[in-house]
């Protein structure tokens, strides 16, 4: 057997106590996180209280913690005699409580932890106000155990206190007495303690401290990591919360890490750096690469633990770098995210940081090109869940993903391709509906919906504000400006039998409206609140609102069932919609969307523009003719199957203006919502997403201005899935050959589809 390497040693708890206040005994500095709640350190008295074992402590003599990282108010010019390894957090309870130290939580806020003590029931509780309120509890046990005040004193005057309440019997006198007396005596609890020798190497105390905390289960790594980091690197960990300190509060002057989308913890941002500085995400491998352990030969060496801990700090600086962590956050603003109210993963939020960083300092991208990319990159994480289950596998296949790239395009383009690869058709049009058939109030699929109504600017249902507006985190008053709305309103739903919470709370049963609409609809059916609140609206702005927020039409009078399978599919097309505004950026906007119409038109009819005298008018009979309309919206689906275009109605063939007085609609409103009509009658709604009308004026270029007539003009941006054409006979399916639209046949179309939506 080797030498052994510790030794086993007594303590009580006061002895323990005076040796943390005179400095013999380092304990990490109280101004640390400390992760117990009050509940555990009122059992930990409770349990010594009984006489009950509570565990065992591990120092290490002499070891490497510099004298001012202690808590005592002992002598600071000597450095402790032993140090904690393991039973940090009951030596800091302890403390705490007997000293009434102060301790800081993991928000940063400080906090004094009193116990409070009933001696005639002998009941611990942590003090609250009503505690302090009755006269049964001794409020603070700190004064009795640290040897401050006099125990018959505190006995007496607990026991005037209760003779006010009522009158104790001469048996209820002495278990207060005796209470009291063994309460005292918790100064003189035995603790057993291992101290390591002072001979063995801080790797060693690394090794022991593994070992005795994984007990055959997972053992935290990154807080083991964190660990190691006191020993080597002290002012490291100290860095890096200061610099999670600051990013919980705003700074009233100066820059900080506060923001909207997270808080960090230490052990996130580590993994930030690990992943920055060594290309890993399984934090089980760092603690091998942080003792200077070769991954492929196996061997460790004092010179590549230097050498890590180097390229640990180099990577630390960068993760901690304001400015990249504040240009990161636009990122995901890009991503149309808005706050930590969206944020579903936290993991999703630091591994896109990493992968940033990565492209920021060591690829040396754009930021413009980086911020597209990353932005992308996000919202496809958020959706698909990535980084939920086995994330650390899911990061090292990433990473790994980019290791080989060469240059800062090709790093983009590696991150584009795996999007790519995540979000397939197969993704938008199946799974993401069924994802969608939910009724989490934290889902991804729900938040990436809201992030797409914030990239489309779209407005609130029933408003003229946009989402984007009204999801602005710093907007504060005692509610939100936008509040979730049930569709079918809970209320209404029990009246059709519809009780259990999980069917009422379905994703696709909210939307987003402003709290006053939200109020005033209250329990009502849709039927009901819905003509008062659609009224507020013209036609056409009605219908792109009913587009934006995936309202089928007549969808007040479906069956609940039904309204939430067909809002589902529509739900999916709105994300999809808003993830390839991502990747195309800004779509038209409903005005001109930058078009020269003089110039389209001289140019004539082409394979992405067509010109249409009339949208529903036979000029020949001067009635409405259905095989009109057919026509244009053979020519719609065409540029929607094949890589888009534009219709110009009102203008002949030969471009010369006809206006749209032939097509006898009583306004532009009432023509476009003809259009929206139709469209989703014989196209089906989800084609509108990727279609954009306006109207404008158009003259021949050899005539005066005032020969200017109004036309329409519907611009298609290719179609994410395939759009059929309905009619008499069926569906039919068209695609743009030249200046015309050609149907393609059943073998045909499906060769195609597969070709071009599926490849």
């Keep these: ?265 230490p052990v996130q941002l580590l993994r930030v750096t690990v992943g920055l500085a060594f290309r890993r995400a399984r934090l089980q491998h760092v603690y091998s690469i942080l003792r200077g352990k070769d991954m492929e030969s196996g061997a460790f060496s004092d010179e590549r633990r230097d050498e890590q801990f180097e390229a640990l700090r180099q990577a630390q600086a960068k993760v901690l770098n304001l400015q990249y962590w504040h240009d990161f956050m636009q990122c995901l603003r890009q991503a149309g995210y808005r706050g930590r109210q969206m944020i579903s993963s936290e993991n999703a939020v630091l591994y896109c940081y990493t992968l940033y960083l990565i492209g920021r300092t060591e690829f040396h991208v754009d930021e413009h090109a980086l911020r597209s990319s990353i932005a992308q990159w996000f919202f496809m994480s958020a959706v698909t869940s990535r980084y939920t289950g086995s994330f650390e596998t899911t990061m090292e296949s990433d990473l790994a993903m980019l290791r080989g790239a060469k240059s800062a395009q090709d790093f983009v383009d590696r991150l584009r391709r795996a999007c790519g690869i995540s979000l397939t058709s197969d993704f938008w049009q199946v799974q993401l509906p069924n994802v969608l058939a939910g009724s989490g109030a934290r889902t991804p699929s729900r938040f990436a919906y809201e992030a797409a109504l914030v990239l489309l600017e779209a407005p609130a249902l029933f408003s003229d504000f946009k989402v984007v507006e009204m999801l602005d985190p710093s907007i504060g008053g005692p509610r939100r400006p936008m509040e979730r709305h049930h569709l079918f309103p809970q209320g209404h739903l029990a009246t059709r039998g519809i009780t259990e919470a999980r069917d009422r709370n379905q994703i696709a049963n909210y939307t987003y409206v402003e709290w006053q609409d939200n109020v005033k609809i209250s329990d009502q059916s849709p039927e009901e609140y819905l003509p008062q609140h659609r009224k507020r609206f013209n036609l056409t702005e009605l219908a792109q609102m009913y587009r934006f927020h995936a309202l089928p039409d007549g969808w007040e009078n479906m069956g609940y069932g039904l309204f939430l399978e067909r809002r589902r599919e529509l739900m999916a097309q709105v994300i999809r919609a808003g993830y390839e505004r991502l990747t195309s950026g800004p779509a038209g906007s409903q005005e001109s969307d930058g078009i020269d119409l003089a110039e389209l038109v001289a140019s004539g009819e082409s394979d992405t523009v067509e010109f249409k005298s009339t949208l529903r008018i036979n000029l020949h009979t001067g009635k409405s003719d259905r095989n009109i309309e057919q026509s244009a919206l053979k020519t719609l689906a065409g540029f929607l199957n094949t890589k888009g275009g534009t219709l110009v109605v009102g203008v002949a063939d030969n471009g010369n203006p006809l206006g749209l007085e032939s097509d006898g609609f009583e306004n532009e409103d009432r023509m476009e919502l003809h259009l929206t009509n139709i469209v989703n009658e014989r196209m089906g709604h989800s084609a509108w997403l990727t279609m954009h009308t306006n109207f404008d004026d158009y003259a021949d270029p050899d005539s005066s201005d005032e020969d200017e007539v109004r036309v329409m003009v519907i611009k298609c941006e290719p179609s994410h899935t395939p759009v059929y054409l309905k009619d008499s006979n069926g569906e039919r399916f068209y695609v743009r050959t030249g200046p015309a639209t050609a149907e393609l046949s059943i073998s045909q179309a499906n060769d195609y589809i597969k070709q071009r939506f599926m490849g």
């Design 1 to 265: 057997m080797s030498q052994i390497i510790f030794k086993q040693v007594h303590y009580t708890v006061g002895g323990l106590v005076e040796d943390i206040r005179l400095g013999k005994i380092g304990l990490p500095d109280i101004q640390r996180p400390f992760v117990w709640k009050n509940a555990k350190v009122r059992d930990l008295f409770d349990s010594m209280y009984r006489g009950y074992p509570v565990g065992y402590l591990l120092f290490w003599q002499n070891g490497l913690v510099p004298s001012n990282r202690t808590i005592g108010d002992g002598p600071k010019d000597l450095d402790p005699g032993l140090v904690i390894v393991d039973g940090q957090q009951r030596l800091t309870s302890l403390y705490a409580v007997i000293a009434g130290a102060q301790i800081i939580r993991s928000n940063y806020q400080s906090e004094r932890i009193r116990i409070a003590f009933n001696p005639l029931s002998e009941i611990f509780e942590v003090t609250s106000a009503a505690i302090e309120r009755d006269r049964w509890f001794i409020p603070d046990i700190s004064d009795l155990l640290s040897g401050q005040a006099n125990v018959f004193q505190i006995a007496d005057e607990y026991l005037n206190g209760i003779s006010s309440v009522r009158d104790l019997s001469e048996q209820e006198r002495k278990t207060v007495q005796n209470s009291i007396s063994n309460l005292q005596q918790i100064s003189g609890f035995p603790f057993t303690a291992l101290e390591l020798n002072s001979t063995i190497s801080e790797e060693d105390v690394a090794d022991v401290f593994v070992r005795i905390n994984s007990k055959g289960e997972n053992l935290n790594q990154a807080d083991f990591i964190l660990t190691l980091m006191s020993v080597f690197w002290d002012e490291g960990r100290a860095d890096l919360e200061q610099f999670c300190r600051q990013a919980k509060t705003p700074q009233a002057n100066g820059t900080s890490a506060y923001n909207h989308f997270i808080d960090p913890y």
